[in-house]
């Protein structure tokens, strides 16, 4: 089972480095066999890229406008279905973009979104203060986005392997 873990965002916009925080406390705490971690920062298609090396499941990890309370993670498994509407032609064509939809709907259109994907996200309050570290709330958010990820990869290194038929 290969597994990616996807920090995304900048680190020097506030709670935008939240992704990137998240990242750095998992390959401090989590050894598991099959599991790369990836920093993409704010260029979406590099993502991509790293998806093309061929992977078995994705946990994207990034702050999220959900409209929550501050500090609020969410775990959102994609819906399939609307990841076939292809990303428009300015998405497509800004290189610097990092939504995670429009990043997930690139991979499927290229066909190199791994079967099971996750973004683990936290719900940001200030994302645009140049040099500002995490606001209180989402620093709070780390360890239990942290715990949350572990348990995802945990249940996918117990998932049982198919074979092919032969």
């Given amino acids: 089972m290969r597994i990616l873990l996807a920090g995304v965002g900048n680190v020097l916009r506030g709670d935008d480095g ?6 750095n406390r998992l390959q401090q705490t989590l050894v598991v066999e099959g599991v790369e971690f990836f920093e993409s920062g704010i260029a979406g298609i590099s993502l991509v890229q790293k998806l093309m090396d061929g992977f078995d499941a994705l946990i994207i990890i990034d702050a999220l406008d959900r409209g929550g309370a ?3 993670v969410f775990v959102l498994e994609p819906d399939a279905e609307s990841l076939k509407t292809p990303p428009t032609t300015h998405e497509a ?3 610097h973009q990092a939504d995670p939809e429009v990043v997930l709907r690139m991979a499927t259109a290229l066909k190199v979104l791994p079967p099971r994907a996750w973004i683990v996200g936290s ?6 203060e140049l040099g500002a570290p995490l606001t209180e709330a989402v620093a709070r958010a780390v360890p239990l986005a942290v715990e949350r990820i572990r348990r995802i990869v945990l249940t996918l290194q117990e998932e049982p392997v198919c074979e092919p038929v032969r």
């Fill in 18 to 23: 939240f992704g990137i925080e998240v990242l």
């Fill in 70 to 72: 501050p500090g609020q």
């Fill in 93 to 95: 064509t800004d290189l």
């Fill in 123 to 128: 719900q940001a309050v200030d994302c645009d």
